[in-house]
């Protein structure tokens, strides 16, 4: 991951999407009640994945249009995002859980 993103290189998330297609890491992990649901139709707990890189967005046009991407991978070395909106743009029905769910992810340090 670590040439994957730089902060001179890509400035949009729409970017760094581009790029997670061409390394076939574009699958998206969509937010349930139940976890994290996988491309591969697989759920997920927050013990069974690790944020390998969270990047943040500002709008060109409007500073308020915020958005922050998270690069996941999951215990079977799935990687993929999640994208969540900031505020009042956010795009998830219970903007509380999906919080706390990331929040208990644990981040990837070179170690691991």
């Known amino acids: 991951m670590e040439n994957f993103n730089t902060p001179d290189t890509m400035t949009t998330s729409s970017q760094v999407l581009g790029r997670m297609r061409q390394l076939k890491m574009d699958n998206e992990f969509r937010w349930t009640p139940d976890g994290f649901l996988g491309a591969n139709g697989q759920t997920y707990q927050p013990d069974e994945m690790v944020i390998l890189r969270a990047m943040r967005f500002e709008g ?53």
């Open 60 to 112: 060109v046009s409007n500073p308020s249009d915020m958005e922050v991407l998270y690069v996941l991978r999951a215990k079977d070395v799935l990687v993929g995002y999640s994208l969540a909106a900031y505020g009042a743009y956010s795009s998830h029905e219970n903007e509380a859980g999906y919080d706390n769910f990331i929040r208990q992810i644990p981040e990837y340090h070179k170690t691991q």
